[in-house]
């Protein structure tokens, strides 16, 4: 791998644009890029057998302690919970509604944690911009929402990607008010305070497509580090909500022009990155380079979990014999969850990856 340090090049802005008139190239980059030509350990997986579940209708999946958490809209409630351990069906819970505690479209940004001996997890709700907190240890129990707090967001823009809770006071916004460009921004007792070290990235705008600057997006308490990886670039963007830290960490051998693909047809385009989640001491990348009709529609090519330090040193690729949709680890357990293909419905897989995860 080698780097590039942009410094000294990019004073006033840290966009690269070269040329004129409609050949303007965009990119996005940081202070420093890291290009990554190879992985020091790669992994091919094997085929198996998906675990016994019914999970028809689901779209998607996440951990909380020991809990298999399944997200759906087929039924009246956005939630299927499963024993991560027995594979036991426990309950249903977030009913379809637009009642008190009721929710008209699937809520995101889940954060489990444990207090007090309970297990708690926040949620967004995008129709009302709240954060809502329920109690999981109680409302599994008792097979019914127990909600035990919420938090309004309505100031923090029109259409919020991500948001991240950082204290009981500051919230990590990433939000769109114009369709061309996102703010990143925290949000202290309800007011705004812009960090300028994400400059690199909220002033890029485009013109067509607001997806082409979409991103899997996560946030490392301890760290205080967020990870950007971009659907639509080769390329992930970390960066501190503290200090100035940026990187760029790009798998190809030059950074995509965003003009370019936000003047492609959707079909044509490529996704690159899909999900990211993240442990102590690494993070997992959801990485395919296929074009969007490959993995969305022919499930055609293959996945893999590119991993990496918090430095952005390349530490191991997984490959996977699917297309996947998103991917769990627990202990040394990998839980991966696919929902393409011809007529084989969602299909939830689990690994044995102890041996390979970076210590």
């Known amino acids: 791998m080698y780097y590039i340090n942009f410094k000294l090049i990019l004073i006033v802005s840290l966009i690269i644009i070269v040329g004129c008139g409609d050949n303007i190239t965009q990119q996005i980059a ?11 350990k790669n992994i091919k997986l094997k085929p198996i057998k998906p675990l016994d579940l019914d999970l028809m209708g689901a779209v998607d999946f996440f951990v909380a302690d020991t809990f298999l958490i ?26 379809k509604g637009s009642g008190a505690n009721e ?31 329920i109690d999981l240890t109680k409302s599994i129990s008792n097979k019914k929402n127990f909600m035990t707090k919420k938090i309004d967001l309505k100031k923090a823009g029109v259409f919020i990607a ?62 205080s580090m967020v990870v950007e990886a971009m659907l639509r670039m080769d390329q992930i963007n970390l960066y501190s909500i503290k200090n100035n830290k940026q990187l760029t960490i790009c798998t190809n051998t030059k950074l995509c022009d965003v003009n370019q693909i936000d003047k492609t047809s959707k079909l044509l385009k490529k996704k690159y990155y899909g999900f990211v989640q993240m442990k102590d001491n690494y993070f997992a990348a959801l990485y395919f380079n296929e074009s ?31 297309i996947i949709n998103s991917f769990q680890i627990y202990n040394d357990k990998l839980y991966v969850f696919s929902r393409n293909g011809k007529g084989n419905g969602e299909r939830l897989y689990c690994y044995s990856i102890g041996n390979y995860l970076p210590k």
């Open 103 to 133: 929710f008209i479209d699937l809520p995101s940004n889940e954060y489990s944690f444990t207090k007090d001996s309970n297990l708690y997890c926040n949620i967004f709700n995008s129709n009302t911009n709240q954060i809502l907190q």
């Open 292 to 322: 969007l009709k490959n993995v969305l529609f022919d499930n055609i090519g293959s996945s893999y979990i590119q991993f990496f330090d918090w430095s952005g040193k390349a530490l191991l690729q997984l490959e996977l014999p699917y």
């Open 162 to 223: 991500n948001c991240f809770q950082v204290n009981d006071s500051t919230y990590f916004i990433c939000s769109s008010s114009d369709n061309k460009s996102f703010q990143r921004f925290l949000m202290i007792n309800n007011k705004k305070q812009q960090l300028p070290q994400c400059d690199f990235l909220d002033n890029v705008k485009i013109k067509n497509d607001l997806n082409t600057l979409a991103a899997a997006r996560i946030f490392n308490k301890s760290n």
């Open 30 to 40: 940081s202070d420093e890029v890291k290009y990554i030509d190879k992985f020091p």
């Open 70 to 95: 399944f997200k759906r809209i087929d039924m009246d409630k956005f939630w299927s919970i499963y024993s991560i351990n027995s594979l036991k069906h426990q309950t249903d819970l977030l009913w």
